[in-house]
C-alpha cells in the first residue's frame, strides 16, 4: 500500500517553489515594461521629481541670471500591499500522481501571483489622462494607436525609451484585421502589413514601438477595454517582498497539505503624461 510521509513532501517542496517562481517570471509581461525600484519595510514611497532645465538665449554681454532651483517636488505615493495564494495537495494526490500533483501546484502558484501583478500594473492603465482610443463601441485603429504613439513620443522628447503598446488582445485583432488588408490595397503599408501578419501576438512597428497583448486587461459590462501606450517611467513596481513560499503545513483532518505563498509590493502611475489609455470595443471576434 502506498503510503505518503512528511519527507515525500520535503523532496517536492524545493521543485514547487523554484517551478512556481519560473511561472511566475515567465507569465509576467508589464514587469519588464515598467520601472522597477525596491525596499524594505512597508512604509509608502513618496516618488518625487527634480524640475526641468530650460535653456535660452543671452546676449554677448548679458549677465544671465535666472538659475532653476534644483528642488524636490512629491509626484506620486505608492503604497505597498500583500497578495496571497493558496493550494492543497491531498495524500490521494500524491499516492496517485506525485509529479502531477507537484506540475499542478507549481503553476497555479506561480500563475496566481503573476497575474495578480500583472493586473495591478495594467489598472495603471485607466489613470492616464489622455485618452486617444477609438472610444467605447468602436473598433480600435492603427491610425489611433499611432496618434498615441506620436503623443507619448512628442511628450518625452524620447529621453525614457521607445514607447511600448500593450493592447487587449481583441484590440490587436482589429488592427491584424485592418493591417493584413492586401498590400493592394495599402500600399503604403506593405511591410507593416508583412510583419503583422508574421507576429500575431507582437510586433515591432513604427520605428521600434513593440507591441504586446495581454488578457490580463479587464473588459467592462459594456464589452470595452482599456489598452495603453507608454514608457518605461510612467508606471511604478515597488517590490516589498518577493514571491515566498511558507513552510507547507499538514491538515490531519482533511488528510492534505496546504502551501502558501504571498509577495509585497505597490504599484502606481508616477509620471501621467508619460503614457495615454487606449479604450475602443473589446467584443470578441465573431
Request: proline letters at 3%; charged letters at 15%.
Amino acid at each position: 500500500m502506498a503510503v505518503t510521509t512528511l519527507s515525500d513532501l520535503g523532496g517536492l517542496y524545493n521543485t514547487i517553489y523554484d517551478d512556481a517562481l519560473f511561472v511566475a517570471r515567465e507569465m509576467n509581461l508589464m514587469t519588464n515594461l515598467v520601472t522597477n525600484v525596491g525596499a524594505t519595510g512597508w512604509m509608502n514611497r513618496v516618488v518625487s521629481i527634480r524640475p526641468q532645465v530650460s535653456a535660452v538665449t543671452v546676449g554677448e554681454t548679458q549677465d544671465f541670471n535666472a538659475p532653476t532651483t534644483m528642488g524636490l517636488t512629491s509626484h506620486a505615493t505608492l503604497t505597498p500591499a500583500e497578495i496571497a495564494a493558496q493550494v492543497t495537495i491531498t495524500k490521494r494526490d500524491l499516492e496517485t500522481d506525485p509529479h502531477g500533483a507537484q506540475a499542478a501546484a507549481s503553476y497555479e502558484l506561480g500563475a496566481a501571483i503573476a497575474t495578480k501583478i500583472d493586473v495591478d500594473l495594467i489598472g495603471n492603465f485607466a489613470t492616464f489622462a489622455t485618452d486617444l482610443g477609438d472610444g467605447a463601441s468602436s473598433s480600435a485603429t492603427f491610425e489611433n494607436v499611432a496618434a498615441g504613439i506620436a503623443v507619448v513620443r512628442n511628450t518625452t522628447k524620447n529621453s525614457d525609451g521607445i514607447p511600448v503598446v500593450v493592447l487587449h488582445p481583441y484590440h490587436w485583432h482589429d488592427l491584424w484585421l485592418e493591417l493584413g488588408k492586401p498590400a493592394a490595397n495599402l500600399p503604403n503599408l506593405d511591410s507593416v502589413t508583412s510583419e503583422a501578419l508574421r507576429n500575431y501576438f507582437m510586433a515591432t512597428l513604427m520605428g521600434g514601438v513593440s507591441f504586446y497583448t495581454s488578457s490580463n486587461i479587464a473588459v467592462d459590462g459594456s464589452d470595452d477595454a482599456i489598452s495603453g501606450i507608454f514608457t518605461r517611467s510612467a508606471i511604478y513596481l515597488d517590490t516589498r517582498r518577493a514571491m515566498t513560499m511558507e513552510t507547507p503545513e499538514y491538515d490531519a483532518s482533511a488528510r492534505a497539505w496546504e502551501l502558501n505563498v504571498n509577495a509585497g509590493y505597490a504599484t502606481g502611475l508616477v509620471r501621467a503624461t508619460y503614457g495615454v489609455k487606449f479604450t475602443a470595443d473589446a467584443l470578441a471576434p465573431a
